[in-house]
């Protein structure tokens, strides 16, 4: 019942596998860029999995929009920084869906530190969460993808991985390991049927573009070619053409989205 009702209302009879619905797990998205691909996934037919670690709320009203919309999801706190977190997550979510097509790496933090001032705190919870933590949760979603012979994961780099700036040594050598991390795993996982694909957003409006102070803001808008930040539901669209069979030949790339900063 629930297929049919679901594929009348998008035309969306490939998001159904066997009597089951594809679905997504998306991390960190309570909020900003991992917000926007959960819903937008979800309007593509995807059942989400709205994955958070402290915003209860906003992870709920994630999951309401989402509902709203006549779509289908759960939410799940979990620490993706956690490796007995993600395992439990990915067993949970396993038992309810019986599948997991898409994995969107998006939990990530970013910390502002000049060289001389980097604190070895700052730098193991930027690897933890930005690097260990994409490795973890694609380990554990890539046991049930090998299975299911299909799969499509996307990892939330950065253009600060291609990019200088000043300050931004630690959380650009993260997400330099995410672009890394993409293309070995998409080479490692090919023959699976899983691809791997990264997207490296510019300055995109969200919480953590709005801690930057507004002089520096401003100085930011006036690098960029589009003159603005990006919104989140750009990221969204990219991400949502990555996973959809439109990119079926399309592995281990890095796809930047910055209004042009890097050029
Ligand atoms: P954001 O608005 O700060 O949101 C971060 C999300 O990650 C929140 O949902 C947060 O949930 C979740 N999160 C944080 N720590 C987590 C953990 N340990 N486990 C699970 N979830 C966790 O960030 P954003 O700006 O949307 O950025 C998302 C991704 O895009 C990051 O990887 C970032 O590096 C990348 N990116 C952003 C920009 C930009 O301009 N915004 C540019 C380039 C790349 P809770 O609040 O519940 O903890």
């Given at each position: 019942m629930l297929r049919e009702v679901l594929t009348a209302q998008w035309c969306l009879e490939s998001k159904v596998e066997g009597d089951r619905m594809k679905v997504a797990l998306v991390t960190g998205a309570s909020k900003g860029i991992g917000k926007a691909c959960a819903l937008r996934l979800a309007k593509d037919g995807y059942t989400v999995v709205v994955n958070y670690s402290n915003s209860d709320a906003a992870a709920q009203e994630t999951l309401s929009q989402i509902q709203a919309a006549g779509g289908e999801g759960m939410v799940y706190k979990a620490d993706v920084s956690k490796l007995d977190q993600v395992k439990l997550m990915i067993r949970e979510v396993f038992k309810a869906y019986g599948r997991i097509d898409v994995l969107v790496n998006n939990a990530g933090i970013v910390r502002d530190e000049y060289l001389l001032m980097i604190n070895p705190d700052t730098l193991d919870k930027c690897f933890e969460l930005n690097v260990k933590g994409y490795i973890y949760c694609a380990q554990q979603v890539a046991l049930k993808m090998f299975k299911q012979k299909s799969g499509v994961i996307i990892n939330m780099s950065s253009?600060?991985?291609?990019?200088?700036?000043?300050?931004?040594?630690?959380?650009?050598?993260?997400?330099?390991?995410?672009?890394?991390?993409?293309?070995?795993?998409?080479?490692?996982?090919?023959?699976?049927?899983?691809?791997?694909?990264?997207?490296?957003?510019?300055?995109?409006?969200?919480?953590?573009?709005?801690?930057?102070?507004?002089?520096?803001?401003?100085?930011?808008?006036?690098?960029?070619?589009?003159?603005?930040?990006?919104?989140?539901?750009?990221?969204?669209?990219?991400?949502?053409?990555?996973?959809?069979?439109?990119f079926a030949y399309v592995t281990g790339q890095v796809f930047v989205l910055d209004g042009g900063l890097s050029l």
């Open positions: 253009v600060s991985s291609k990019f200088a700036l000043a300050g931004q040594s630690v959380y650009s050598a993260t997400k330099g390991a995410v672009n890394s991390l993409t293309q070995t795993l998409a080479k490692e996982l090919g023959g699976y049927g899983i691809r791997v694909n990264a997207v490296a957003p510019g300055f995109i409006a969200t919480e953590m573009i709005d801690a930057i102070p507004e002089e520096k803001r401003k100085a930011y808008v006036e690098q960029i070619p589009l003159k603005r930040f990006g919104t989140a539901d750009e990221v969204a669209n990219m991400v949502s053409a990555l996973v959809s069979d439109q």
